[in-house]
């Protein structure tokens, strides 16, 4: 699988991990957020690359998701 499918499918699989928080069933209260993000971790590492390179804005994207990941990281620790 190429990297570019392989981000397409990670972007995918956040869009299904997030789907219940986004029609907001589910309580985003800090432990359901942290958990929320830890499942989607991995992807956004994998789908961010992708993201950069969209023309014009992917660069500022993936700057402002990657200082929320370190926002997230010291919220949520291991």
């Given at each position: 699988?190429?990297?570019?499918?392989?981000?397409?499918?990670?972007?995918?699989?956040i869009?299904?991990?997030?789907?219940?928080?986004?029609?907001?069933?589910?309580?985003?209260d800090?432990?359901n957020?942290?958990?929320?993000?830890?499942?989607?971790?991995?992807l956004l590492?994998?789908?961010?690359?992708?993201?950069e390179?969209?023309?014009?804005?992917?660069?500022?994207?993936?700057?402002?998701?990657?200082?929320?990941?370190?926002m997230?990281?010291?919220a949520?620790p291991?």
């Amino acid at each position: 699988m190429s990297t570019d499918a392989q981000a397409m499918e990670a972007l995918a699989n956040i869009e299904r991990e997030l789907a219940p928080a986004q029609r907001g069933q589910e309580k985003l209260d800090l432990p359901n957020l942290c958990q929320q993000y830890k499942k989607v971790k991995a992807l956004l590492e994998i789908a961010l690359p992708f993201i950069e390179r969209i023309p014009v804005y992917g660069q500022k994207i993936g700057v402002a998701v990657r200082f929320l990941m370190k926002m997230a990281d010291i919220a949520c620790p291991v």
